[in-house]
């Protein structure tokens, strides 16, 4: 190599070679030896040891022994060494596909550098599975619940009187006591349940204290994170969370414990959304999502919470939404449920979501609770579109009145679907097996899932019209520049995070949920289940798991790059705004949704 400087400049952005120091890539630099091919030229084939390619500049093309088209590479990118295609390591022909420059190490000289530098052999050796695992598992420092706990707990015995719990309250000057029965915690009073339960009721304060508890309160282990406590007190709408250590409470803590841990919160915004009174109060605490989501994704963590957080953000603005809206109409008519559906049920949010929801009904309503479920609808789906939840061009909203019926209808709806399947009609059935209650009567939405999931399982035929719907969505196999490599050797410009990446995983669960009636919609939760009751095995659990941390956090990342520079959050990432470390680690995970999708067709007999 002539120019050694130009050379060591350019290997420093390339992947392994950017993890070594200035002498080392010195003296990688020295061995490369450079080579000018033109189009159609072979340069080599794997089946002899060619020791390694850089692409300097131009681009490659990589073909089996019959010419079947295997990926593309260009500047920056790497051949010669064997290559993971499809799930195992094939020979191929690499041939130039316009005019290019090439920088080869010979095969000796590979050699020293993989024997010299542990590192780079393990980089060309390992699988994409080991691959991926590796950029899932890096994590930001996590805060434990046990570092904010400031003093051990009150605590006072289940059969003491309310007025000797009040004075304990007041001596220790805390908000809370710890009720305990037999030695171990049987609940909690707050200052508020006093109010509530006692003052307001005009109870008499020598009863029991544990009369007026909260029996069994959620609690969370000490080396629980604190996101974990964030989101327990975001869904239940909590205040206080008991710790535990070896069975035991070691302390407690507050929202306003986790508030002054950090100066901007989700909870803080979840907190100020249920006080709030009219839409316009609403949608002032709505801007103030942007910067939260940015904060979030630059704080490191992981995909799973920002989902989650972002998701009972939404929860909470439509549970406002619904409170506010029978504020004004009156208390309804009957018992019904407000169900969300696809992101929003599984928690899996981002800074970019429109609205997918309806409700259950008791029974068929009459004409007059037509009309009040109608108006509560249109002011729920109206507000939210205000507070940027857009309006679902599918119109799978409560605002359409087929998505707004009785228990027994939903049942017939998920009988048509199951029934008599079709590829449109399965298509668009899907989403509403990713469903959860958000507000209103729980146990109509238990059983309403709990009947759909049980037919689906009992239902074969339909699972192979799902499991064909799954195999649309397929993940591109590479990119080339800007473009996306599909698998059959074309093209398209730009590469769709969501529907190249998250929705081929979140249909490959469902279908593993379908198969054994779990009724769990998030996909974290689904992948856990699976793998626990034998649907999944753990290897193939984890690949998938480690899969969709991977693209969802380059998703995010690249949203909140588009929202922290005033732009509207997208699904498009530009292939080449990837870095080629980023290009090499989602190839990889495509390729583990690709086995997984392959596995499915065998399973199914669909192709």
Same mark, same amino acid.
């Given at each position: 190599?002539?120019?050694?400087?130009?050379? +060591?400049?350019?290997?420093?952005?390339?992947?392994?070679?950017?993890?070594?120091?200035?002498?080392?890539?010195?003296?990688?630099?020295?061995? $490369?030896?450079?080579?000018?091919?033109?189009?159609?030229?072979?340069?080599?084939?794997?089946?002899?040891?060619?020791?390694?390619?850089?692409?300097?500049?131009?681009?490659?093309?990589? =073909?089996?022994?019959?010419?079947?088209?295997?990926?593309?590479?260009?500047?920056?990118?790497?051949?010669?060494?064997?290559?993971?295609?499809?799930? /195992?390591?094939?020979?191929?022909?690499?041939?130039? &596909?316009?005019?290019?420059?090439?920088?080869?190490?010979?095969?000796?000289?590979?050699?020293?550098?993989?024997?010299?530098?542990?590192?780079?052999?393990?980089?060309?050796?390992?699988?994409?599975?080991?691959?991926?695992?590796?950029?899932?598992? =890096?994590?930001?420092?996590?805060?434990?619940?046990?570092?904010?706990?400031?003093?051990?707990?009150?605590?006072?015995?289940?059969?003491?009187?309310?007025? &000797?719990?009040?004075?304990?309250?007041?001596?220790?000057?805390?908000?809370?006591?710890?009720?305990?029965?037999?030695?171990?915690?049987?609940?909690?009073?707050?200052?508020?349940?006093?109010?509530?339960?006692?003052?307001?009721?005009?109870?008499?304060?020598? #009863?029991?204290?544990?009369?007026?508890? @909260?029996?069994?309160?959620?609690?969370?282990?000490?080396?629980?994170?604190?996101?974990?406590?964030?989101?327990?007190?975001?869904?239940?709408?909590?205040?206080?969370?008991?710790?535990?250590?070896?069975?035991?409470? =070691?302390?407690?803590? @507050?929202?306003?414990?986790?508030?002054?841990?950090?100066?901007?919160?989700?909870?803080? $915004?979840?907190?100020?959304?249920?006080?709030?009174?009219?839409?316009?109060?609403?949608?002032?605490?709505?801007?103030?999502?942007?910067?939260?989501?940015?904060?979030?994704?630059?704080?490191?963590?992981?995909?799973?919470?920002?989902?989650?957080?972002? +998701?009972?953000?939404?929860?909470?603005?439509?549970?406002?939404?619904?409170?506010?809206?029978?504020?004004? $109409?009156?208390?309804?008519?009957?018992?019904?449920?407000?169900?969300?559906?696809?992101?929003?049920?599984?928690?899996?949010?981002?800074? !970019?979501?429109?609205?997918? #929801?309806?409700?259950?009904?008791?029974?068929?309503?009459?004409?007059?609770?037509?009309?009040?479920?109608?108006?509560?609808?249109?002011?729920?789906?109206?507000?939210?579109? !205000?507070?940027?939840?857009?309006?679902?061009?599918?119109?799978?909203?409560?605002?359409?009145?087929?998505?707004?019926?009785?228990?027994?209808?939903?049942?017939?709806?998920?009988?048509?679907?199951?029934?008599?399947? /079709?590829?449109?009609?399965?298509?668009?059935?899907?989403?509403?097996?990713?469903?959860?209650?958000?507000?209103?009567?729980?146990?109509? =939405?238990?059983?309403?899932?709990?009947?759909?999931?049980?037919?689906?399982?009992?239902?074969?035929?339909?699972?192979?019209?799902?499991?064909?719907?799954?195999?649309?969505?397929?993940?591109?196999?590479?990119?080339?520049?800007?473009?996306?490599?599909?698998?059959?050797? +074309?093209?398209? &410009?730009?590469?769709? $995070?969501?529907?190249?990446?998250?929705?081929?995983?979140?249909?490959?669960?469902?279908?593993?949920?379908?198969?054994?009636?779990?009724?769990?919609?998030? +996909?974290?939760?689904?992948?856990?289940?699976?793998?626990?009751?034998?649907?999944?095995?753990?290897?193939?659990?984890?690949?998938?798991?480690?899969?969709?941390?991977?693209?969802?956090?380059?998703?995010?990342?690249?949203?909140?790059?588009?929202?922290?520079?005033?732009?509207?959050?997208?699904?498009?990432?530009?292939?080449?705004?990837?870095?080629?470390?980023?290009?090499?680690?989602?190839?990889?995970?495509?390729?583990?949704?690709?086995?997984?999708? &392959?596995?499915?067709?065998?399973?199914?007999?669909?192709?």
């Amino acid at each position: 190599m002539h120019d050694l400087n130009l050379a +060591t400049e350019f290997l420093h952005t390339v992947p392994p070679f950017n993890t070594l120091d200035q002498d080392e890539l010195n003296s990688v630099a020295r061995k $490369l030896e450079a080579a000018y091919y033109p189009q159609g030229k072979v340069i080599f084939e794997s089946s002899a040891s060619q020791g390694l390619a850089i692409i300097r500049k131009g681009a490659v093309r990589l =073909v089996d022994a019959e010419h079947k088209f295997l990926d593309k590479r260009s500047e920056g990118e790497l051949f010669g060494h064997p290559i993971w295609f499809h799930g /195992e390591q094939k020979p191929y022909v690499a041939e130039a &596909e316009e005019d290019c420059l090439v920088w080869h190490l010979p095969a000796a000289g590979f050699e020293r550098v993989l024997a010299k530098y542990p590192l780079l052999g393990e980089y060309f050796s390992s699988h994409h599975k080991i691959r991926v695992s590796a950029a899932a598992q =890096v994590k930001a420092a996590v805060t434990q619940v046990r570092d904010l706990i400031k003093r051990v707990p009150v605590q006072i015995d289940s059969q003491a009187s309310i007025r &000797e719990a009040a004075r304990l309250m007041s001596r220790e000057k805390v908000s809370s006591v710890l009720v305990m029965r037999d030695g171990a915690l049987g609940g909690i009073v707050t200052d508020k349940d006093l109010r509530q339960r006692v003052l307001a009721e005009d109870l008499d304060p020598g #009863n029991v204290i544990e009369s007026v508890m @909260t029996a069994n309160p959620k609690m969370l282990p000490a080396d629980s994170g604190v996101d974990a406590a964030l989101l327990l007190m975001m869904r239940e709408n909590y205040h206080h969370l008991p710790i535990m250590d070896d069975g035991k409470p =070691v302390g407690l803590v @507050t929202a306003g414990d986790i508030l002054r841990s950090q100066s901007e919160h989700p909870l803080r $915004l979840v907190r100020d959304i249920h006080k709030k009174k009219s839409v316009d109060e609403l949608l002032t605490l709505s801007q103030r999502l942007p910067s939260l989501f940015v904060r979030m994704v630059n704080m490191g963590r992981d995909v799973e919470q920002i989902g989650r957080m972002i +998701t009972h953000i939404t929860d909470a603005f439509t549970v406002r939404l619904v409170q506010l809206a029978e504020g004004e $109409l009156g208390p309804p008519p009957m018992r019904f449920a407000w169900v969300v559906f696809g992101s929003q049920a599984r928690e899996e949010q981002t800074a !970019r979501t429109d609205q997918d #929801n309806g409700m259950v009904l008791e029974r068929k309503a009459q004409e007059e609770e037509v009309v009040y479920f109608s108006n509560l609808a249109d002011q729920v789906c109206h507000g939210l579109d !205000r507070l940027g939840y857009v309006l679902c061009p599918g119109e799978i909203m409560a605002l359409n009145a087929k998505w707004r019926v009785s228990l027994a209808k939903w049942k017939r709806h998920f009988d048509l679907w199951i029934d008599s399947p /079709e590829p449109k009609s399965v298509m668009h059935s899907s989403i509403f097996f990713d469903m959860r209650c958000v507000y209103g009567d729980q146990p109509l =939405v238990d059983e309403l899932l709990s009947y759909a999931t049980k037919r689906a399982k009992q239902n074969r035929i339909f699972r192979r019209f799902m499991a064909a719907n799954v195999l649309s969505h397929r993940p591109p196999i590479g990119f080339f520049r800007r473009f996306v490599q599909e698998d059959d050797g +074309t093209q398209s &410009e730009g590469l769709n $995070l969501k529907h190249r990446g998250i929705v081929p995983i979140t249909d490959l669960v469902r279908m593993r949920a379908l198969e054994g009636g779990i009724k769990l919609a998030n +996909t974290f939760d689904r992948i856990e289940l699976g793998s626990m009751l034998g649907l999944m095995n753990p290897g193939d659990a984890s690949s998938i798991r480690d899969a969709l941390i991977l693209i969802g956090r380059i998703r995010l990342e690249y949203q909140a790059q588009q929202v922290a520079q005033g732009q509207a959050a997208t699904n498009f990432v530009p292939p080449d705004e990837l870095s080629p470390l980023m290009r090499r680690n989602l190839k990889s995970a495509f390729m583990l949704v690709k086995e997984a999708q &392959e596995a499915l067709a065998l399973r199914y007999q669909v192709h």
